[in-house]
């Protein structure tokens, strides 16, 4: 089956040593959209504008339906940055501390007396454990009825104990994130979606349709797909319910619709589109989501308890493409993949998003980023 892509952008974009054609970048992202996934969202911005966007392949197989700029895709982990930020946003305020203890914030939770504390949290040193998450979702249509509270009660109960001392090294924790969430609710009176709706989505310029924690729009959502003959496949037994399977449609098997149960660790649903709008906000002179001091913070790498340094700042992913410096999410789970890359000293930012469960983001970013970093 030949997927045609739908290509919007730019005849020329801006690089650092000169200009990058539509032909240069566009061609790879078809390559993808023809053999690697059913359909790819891929937004190149810097603080001003959007300097590159492509979407191309299909966001439904069976109905042939394309995928455009404007599907919504599940983004799972690409929402912790926005978690972080809202718990900076709330020690801008002076409602919270990041070395606080979370005893003091969450006073029913099994890993109380530990000395966890905020900033162990947000850079996933808290030694809290990390259970696979694929089985943490629920279908689309429970909707209001579905109990977060009751399910990260189920969670922590089933996973009591640290994995290490708090603070000893980094390793990566979704229950870490989720208690997070839970922090943001209780300082701010809200839950956790409705402040982030207000304090984030919104200043940002953004409409539910293009970001929220529900599916705004089933008509221009993305059908998200595991592919027939691969190792996730043959084990999705064993990690998620079957309740979640669709149908095959050719070589794809379509999931059903389906939330995050803890939406602080990966419930936002939107569009790569609005996703650079968060990366812009980070590459402007003023953000308006936080204050100079507070952003640089965001952006400074932190070190575990022995002083060591770690590939994370307060909700940043650090990494390094040819001796580019770069600050990444990475998000993926049932039948979606993607990345946000900020690239500070270069100016520009990059998000990718797919609707394929398995899909190197790495790779295809160290390979079509550079084009916008003046690498051949």
């Not at 770690?310 to 990444?328: C, E, K, R, S």
Request: hydrophobic share 40%; aromatic share 10%.
């Amino acid at each position: 089956m030949t997927l045609i892509p739908i290509i919007i952008a730019m005849l020329q974009v801006p690089a650092a040593d000169g200009l990058v054609t539509n032909h240069e970048v566009a061609g790879p992202l078809t390559q993808y959209t023809r053999s690697e996934v059913p359909g790819l969202q891929y937004v190149v911005v810097d603080a001003e504008g959007i300097l590159f966007e492509f979407a191309g392949g299909l966001a439904d197989i069976q109905n042939q339906k394309a995928m455009t700029l404007d599907t919504t895709l599940m983004a799972y982990s690409m929402t912790k940055p926005c978690t972080a930020v809202a718990i900076l946003q709330l020690a801008e305020q002076g409602k919270v501390r990041l070395d606080d203890p979370i005893d003091r914030y969450l006073p029913n939770h099994p890993y109380g007396g530990h000395g966890i504390t905020i900033r162990h949290l947000l850079t996933h040193t808290s030694g809290l454990p990390n259970p696979i998450p694929l089985r943490w979702v629920h279908l689309a249509e429970q909707g209001a009825g579905f109990d977060e509270d009751a399910a990260l009660a189920r969670v922590v109960a089933e996973n009591p104990r640290l994995s290490f001392e708090p603070g000893r090294k980094y390793a990566y924790s979704n229950i870490g994130y989720w208690l997070l969430g839970k922090i943001v609710e209780r300082v701010s009176g809200q839950s956790y979606t409705d402040y982030v709706r207000t304090n984030i989505i919104r200043p940002l310029g953004l409409s539910p349709q293009e970001m929220d924690f529900v599916i705004p729009d089933p008509a221009r959502h993305a059908n998200g797909y595991l592919a027939k003959y691969s190792l996730m496949n043959l084990m999705k037994g064993f990690v998620t319910d079957s309740k979640f399977w669709g149908e095959y449609e050719g070589k794809w098997l379509r999931l059903r619709s389906h939330h995050l149960n803890g939406p602080a660790f990966g419930g936002l649903v939107g569009t790569a589109r609005s996703f650079g709008r968060l990366l812009q906000d980070q590459l402007r002179a003023e953000s308006v989501l936080l204050s100079p001091e507070t952003r640089r913070l965001l952006e400074t790498r932190q070190t575990d308890g022995r002083g060591r340094k770690i590939p994370m700042t307060l909700g940043w992913h650090v990494g390094d493409l040819n001796g580019t410096a770069y600050f990444f999410k990475e998000g993926g789970g049932g039948g979606f993949h993607g990345e946000m890359r900020l690239y500070p000293a270069k100016g520009i930012a990059s998000v990718v998003m797919v609707n394929s469960t398995v899909f190197n983001s790495t790779r295809f970013l160290n390979r079509v980023d550079r084009k916008f970093l003046g690498e051949n």
